[in-house]
């Protein structure tokens, strides 16, 4: 998200601010039905879909609202379980999330899913997801649990660097 072009005002939203969990998915749901020509794409962390996921639900009893639900699924708080690896000398505390299986999920919603696990899949996969979909369209995306975003890498050796 770092790297997301944004090319016109009111086209991106985030929680600004406290960066709470959770918003991506009921936001994009009223950016539908705000803008039902838009074409609309919610991200999550796999641990922020666990507080309101279930809101797809809504999606799909509204009449197939087209929203591409994309969830980055590395089966961890990933920022927490970084922070814990940096400032603990890599010792790792309940920062992982329950695997669930988000198509399994999508199915008994009799909402569309494409599972990405190569990246290769990736382009061609949201493409689908966001613009081929006849209804709402979950991507669940896995992300290597080990790895490390480039701009928090930079944020937290400036912070903890030296208690690496
Ligand atoms: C409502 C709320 N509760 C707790 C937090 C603290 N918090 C920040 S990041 C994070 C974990 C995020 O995990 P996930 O959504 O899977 O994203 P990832 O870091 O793995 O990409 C938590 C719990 C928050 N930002 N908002
Ligand atoms: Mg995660």
Redesign the pocket.
């Known amino acids: 998200m770092f790297e997301l072009p944004v090319y016109r005002p009111r086209t991106y939203f985030n929680p600004a601010g ?5 918003f991506a998915i009921p936001a994009a749901i009223g950016a539908k039905v705000a803008r039902p020509d838009a074409t609309v794409v919610a991200t ?6 666990f ?1 309101t996921g279930m809101e797809i639900a809504t999606a799909a009893e509204l009449g197939g609202l087209r929203i591409a639900f994309v969830i ?1 699924n ?1 089966r ?6 970084l922070q814990q690896r940096f400032l603990y000398g890599g010792k790792v505390y309940a920062s992982h ?1 329950y695997p669930m299986d988000f198509c399994k999920f999508a199915e008994s919603l009799n909402v569309g899913c494409i599972r990405i696990s190569d990246k290769r899949e990736l382009e061609s996969g949201l493409e689908r997801c966001i613009y081929k979909s006849s209804g709402p369209c979950i991507a669940d995306v896995f ?1 290597n649990p080990d790895a490390v975003p480039i701009p928090i890498t930079r944020q937290l050796m400036a912070i903890f660097g030296r208690r690496q």
């Open positions: 406290f960066t709470s969990l959770g999550t962390g796999d641990a922020a879909f507080m980055f590395d961890a708080q990933g920022v927490l379980k999330t992300v």
